[in-house]
C-alpha cells in the first residue's frame, strides 16, 4: 500500500475491481514517477492523467481539461491545474468509480467527500465537519485556505488512517464514512477527529512543511492537538479535551517513561528510520506539549505566534526553531528555552510535593527527577526540565490559584490562606507533562475529592492514572491503587470510566499469569456493576454522544467479565439481532459480540464469521474483526487467526485480528505469536517498512510477563530483521521484563487484598 497501487473493491453487483491510488508519505513518491524526493526541495506540479473514460481521475487540483486520447476512444487525457509550490510527498492521484456529496464552506471553496458507489449519503457526516472545518482553521490561523477546491475520498485498501496530500485527502472507509443507522457513536467522533486532523495539515504540513524528517513531529504533534480543538468547536458536547488525556496523554506518557522511548526531535538518516518515528511520541506527546505550550503562553498571543510563523514560512519549509521564534515574539515568554527541554531530550519529570501548614498558609516543597517505568531514577546527572506548574485548592478547584515555571531541580513555593482543611492539587486539568508524587497526608486529603466528585473530571482520572503508573513502576504498592480504584463507585464520566477500565485491563492481562485470574474478574464485576445498573441497556430520553460511549464501556466489561445478568441479557438481545427480530442498535454492537464470543462456542463463531461475510460497512466488518480474539478455544483460536490473513480479510485489518487474538486470553497471546513466527515471511512482505508491522508485533507480544519471552522475542527478530520496527521491538523486550518484575513484586499483596475483600461483608 505504498507509491503509486493498486486498491480492490467489490462492486455492488459483487464483481472484484481494481482503483489506482498514491500514498507517497514519507519516502513513496519516487516509486511513482522520478523525483527529488525530500520535503525541502518543493516545486509546482502539472498533472494529467490517461484514464478509462468511464472512471473517476482526481489529482490535488481542479480539472482545467478532459479530452479524447487519439489512440484509443475509450481513454481520456484529463489534465490538471498546476499547483503551488509543494513538497512531492503531498502529491496525489487517484482513478476509480466513486460518488460523491457536495457543499461550498462558507468562504467559498468546494468540498465533496467521494464515497464508493452507491453510498454517497455516508459522506454527509464528514462534508458537514469539512464545511465547518475550514473556515475554523481559516480564522484560527488568520490565513486563508490556498487551493480552489478540497476533496476527502475513501479508499479501500490503505495502510494509514489517512492522507493529508494537498487539496485531496485520502481515508480509510471507517475513518470517513458514517451510516447513520449502523455507525456508532465513536466512529463520528473518529471522523470529526480524523477530518480535523488531515484539513489542519492544510496550513501546518502543507503550506510551511518541515525542513526535513527531525522535524516531523511539528506536522503531526501539531495536528494531532488541534484536531481537538476543532471537534470541540463542532462537537462542544463530546467533552473531548478529557478525553484527549485519555488518548493521547497517558499513552504517550506510558511509552516515554521507557528507557527505549526517544526525544520528540530524532535525526533521521535512512527512509527505514522515518517510518519508525510515526509513533505515539511523534503524534501523542507532540500533542500534548503542544497542549501545555498553548495553555502556557494563552491563546490570544498562542494564535498571533501561529499567524505569525505560518506567514512567514508559507511555501517554504521551518524547523521547530522557527515556530519557537515567532511564539516567543508574540508571547515575550522563553518559548525555546522551556521547550527545548521537551523536544531534545526524552522522558518527562516526576513531581514529588510534600506541604506545610504554617499559620493561614500552605508551604509546598516540590522535586523534580526524571520518571522511569522501572522504578525510581538511579545514575549521575538527572536531566532536568522546565515544568509549568498549576496549583489548585478546594477553594476553586477549576481554577489554578498558582501559576510557576519550575527551572531548577527543588522549589518552595507558599500558598497564601489556604486553610487547614483544604486539599491542594498539582496539574490542573492534567495539562503539564509530567507525574506527581504526593506525600501520604496530600493524597489521603485528596481522595474525598474523587467520591464526591469536587475534583473535576480531568483531575480525577489524570490522579488515578499517576497512581497506577508509580504502582506499575513499584514506586508504590498495587493494592493502594485498587483501593483508589475502588473510591470511584459514584463515577458519571466516561472518560475517566474509559481511562479507569484500561488500567483494569492492563492489570488483568497481567493477573491472566496467575491463577486468581478469576478473583480480578470478580473485582471488575464489583467496580463495574453499580453504573452498569444505573445505565441499564436501553438510551434513556436527553440522554447524549457520552451517554452512549459509556454505556458501550461499561457493558462490554460487564460482559467480558462474566457478569451473570448482563451476559444473559447480551446472549437474549444477540439472538433477536440474528434473526433479524429486533436488530442491535450501532452503540450495543461491540459489547454484545464480543460478550456472546468469549462465553460462546464454534456455533457463535460462524454466526459471527457469517455477519462478517454479508456486511456491507466496513465499519461493521472492522467491528467484528477486532472481536473475533475473544473466543477461548484452542481450535476457534486457530480459525480465527487462520481467517485473519484470508481474502475475507482487508491487508490493513489483518493487524486488529491478530492483536485482538492475543489480547483475548492467556492462550491467544501465545497462539498469536506462534502465528507470527510461522507466516512471517507472508506478513513482513505485505507490510514492509510501514508502521502496521511496528504495531502488529507491540499488540502481539507486549502482554507476556515472563523474563525469557523477552530473550525470544529479541532472538527471533535478531534472525528476521525488521528495521523500521526495530526500536518497538526494543520497546516491547523492556516491556516485557517491566511486567515479569511487578508480578514478582505485587503478585501475592494484590492476592491477599482480593480475598480479604471476598470475606468482608458488602458494604453498600
Known amino acids: 500500500m505504498k507509491g503509486f497501487y493498486r486498491s480492490k473493491y467489490t462492486t455492488p453487483s459483487g464483481e472484484v475491481r481494481y482503483a489506482a491510488v498514491t500514498q507517497f508519505e514519507a519516502t513513496d513518491a519516487r516509486r511513482a514517477f522520478p523525483c527529488w524526493d525530500e520535503p525541502a526541495i518543493k516545486a509546482t506540479f502539472d498533472i494529467s492523467l490517461v484514464v478509462p473514460k468511464d472512471r473517476v481521475a482526481l489529482s490535488n487540483m481542479n480539472v482545467v481539461d478532459r479530452k479524447p486520447y487519439p489512440d484509443d476512444e475509450n481513454v481520456v487525457e484529463v489534465k490538471f491545474a498546476r499547483t503551488p509550490v509543494m513538497s512531492t510527498y503531498l502529491v496525489a492521484f487517484v482513478v476509480g468509480e466513486y460518488d460523491f456529496v457536495e457543499t461550498r464552506s462558507k468562504d467559498g471553496v468546494c468540498v465533496r467527500v467521494y464515497t464508493p458507489v452507491g453510498k ?122 478529557t478525553q484527549f488525556v485519555s488518548a493521547d496523554y497517558t499513552r504517550a506518557q506510558e511509552l516515554d517513561a521507557l528507557d527505549n522511548s526517544h526525544p520528540i526531535e530524532v535525526s533521521v538518516g535512512h527512509p527505514s528510520e522515518v517510518d519508525e518515528i510515526f509513533d505515539a ?39 521547530t526553531e522557527d515556530l519557537w521564534e515567532s511564539l516567543e515574539s508574540a508571547s515575550g515568554k522563553p518559548i ?60 476553586d478547584p477549576n481554577h489554578a490559584k498558582l501559576k510557576i515555571l519550575m527551572d ?42 474523587i467520591r464526591d466528585l469536587s475534583l473535576p473530571p480531568v483531575d480525577r482520572l489524570g490522579l488515578q492514572n499517576d497512581l497506577f503508573s508509580l504502582a506499575r513502576a513499584g514506586i508504590i504498592s498495587t493494592v493502594e491503587v485498587l483501593k483508589v480504584m475502588e473510591a470511584f463507585v459514584n463515577e458519571p464520566n466516561y472518560t475517566v470510566w474509559s481511562d479507569l477500565s484500561c488500567n483494569l485491563g492492563i492489570l488483568s492481562t497481567l493477573l491472566s499469569h496467575t491463577d486468581f485470574y478469576e478473583e480480578i474478574q470478580e473485582f471488575v464485576k464489583d467496580v463495574f456493576s453499580p453504573i452498569g445498573e444505573r445505565l441499564g441497556w436501553d438510551p434513556k430520553p436527553g440522554e447524549g454522544h457520552l451517554d452512549a460511549l459509556l454505556r458501550g464501556l461499561v457493558l462490554g466489561k460487564l460482559g467480558k467479565a462474566g457478569h451473570k445478568t ?25 459489547p454484545v459480540y464480543l460478550t456472546v464470543l468469549k462465553h460462546g462456542d464454534g456455533t457463535t463463531l460462524d454466526v459471527m464469521l457469517k455477519l462478517h461475510k454479508q456486511a456491507d460497512m466496513q465499519e461493521e466488518k472492522n467491528r467484528i474483526e477486532r472481536v473475533l480474539g475473544a473466543t477461548l478455544s484452542p481450535e476457534l483460536i486457530q480459525k480465527v487467526l487462520t481467517f485473519a490473513l484470508s481474502e475475507e480479510v482487508r491487508p490493513q485489518d489483518t493487524v486488529s485480528v491478530i492483536g485482538g487474538v492475543a489480547g483475548g486470553s ?65 520497546q516491547c523486550c523492556e516491556n516485557i521484563l517491566l511486567n515479569a518484575a511487578w508480578l514478582k513484586r505485587d503478585a501475592e499483596s494484590i492476592h491477599q487484598y482480593l480475598l480479604q475483600r471476598k470475606a468482608l461483608p458488602a458494604t453498600a
Not at 506527546?285 to 502556557?296: C, E, F, N, P, Q
Not at 441479557?569 to 433479524?580: I, L, N, T, Y
Not at 507472508?682 to 523477552?710: C, H, P, T, W
Open 408 to 449: 531548577k531541580p527543588e522549589m518552595n513555593v507558599v500558598l497564601k490562606n489556604v486553610k487547614p482543611d483544604q486539599w491542594v492539587k498539582l496539574n490542573l486539568g492534567t495539562v503539564g507533562f509530567y507525574r506527581t508524587q504526593y506525600s501520604a497526608a496530600m493524597l489521603e486529603s485528596l481522595l474525598p475529592g
Open 120 to 241: 454517497a449519503e455516508q459522506g454527509k457526516f464528514a462534508l458537514e465537519v469539512a464545511a465547518k472545518t475550514l473556515p475554523f482553521y481559516k480564522d484560527y490561523f488568520n490565513v486563508p485556505y490556498p487551493l480552489p477546491k478540497i476533496d476527502l475520498i475513501a479508499i479501500a485498501d490503505f495502510a494509514a488512517g489517512a492522507m493529508e496530500n494537498w487539496g485531496l485527502v485520502t481515508y480509510r472507509e471507517t475513518a470517513l464514512l458514517i451510516d447513520p443507522k449502523n455507525s456508532c457513536s465513536s466512529s463520528r467522533q473518529w471522523v470529526a477527529l480524523v477530518v480535523g486532523h488531515e484539513l489542519a495539515h492544510q496550513w501546518f504540513g502543507n503550506l510551511v512543511t518541515m525542513e526535513w524528517w527531525t522535524h516531523l513531529w511539528l506536522n503531526e504533534g501539531f495536528a494531532s492537538w488541534i484536531e481537538y480543538l476543532c471537534v470541540d468547536h463542532c462537537f462542544p458536547e463530546y467533552d473531548i479535551w
Open 336 to 395: 525555546a528555552a522551556v521547550m527545548n527541554t521537551w523536544t531534545k531530550q526524552m522522558g518527562f519529570p516526576l513531581i514529588y510535593v510534600e506541604a506545610e501548614q504554617v499559620e493561614d498558609d500552605r508551604l509546598l516543597k516540590l522535586s523534580q527527577r526524571k520518571f522511569c517505568a522501572s522504578g525510581p531514577y538511579v545514575g549521575e546527572d538527572c536531566p532536568q526540565w522546565m515544568v509549568p506548574i498549576t496549583v489548585s485548592t478546594s477553594e
Open 566 to 590: 448482563t451476559l444473559e441479557e447480551a446472549r437474549r438481545r444477540f439472538k433477536d439481532h440474528v434473526e433479524g427480530k429486533q436488530v442491535l442498535s450501532a452503540d450495543l454492537r461491540s
Open 281 to 319: 511520541i511523534s503524534y501523542s506527546k507532540g500533542a500534548s506539549v503542544i497542549r501545555m505550550l498553548h495553555d502556557y503562553i494563552g491563546d490570544k498571543d498562542f494564535k498571533k505566534g501561529m499567524n505569525m510563523y505560518l506567514t512567514k514560512f508559507q511555501q517554504k519549509n521551518a524547523a
Open 666 to 730: 492467556k492462550h491467544g497471546r501465545k497462539a498469536a505469536w506462534k502465528f507470527i513466527k510461522d507466516n512471517w515471511e507472508e506478513l513482513y512482505n505485505r507490510y514492509q517498512g510501514g508502521f502496521l508491522i511496528s504495531r502488529l508485533i507491540k499488540l502481539s507480544v507486549e502482554g507476556f510477563a515472563v523474563d525469557k519471552m523477552a530473550g525470544e522475542v529479541k532472538a527471533f527478530f535478531e534472525s528476521h530483521p525488521a528495521p523500521s520496527a526495530e526500536r518497538t521491538i526494543q
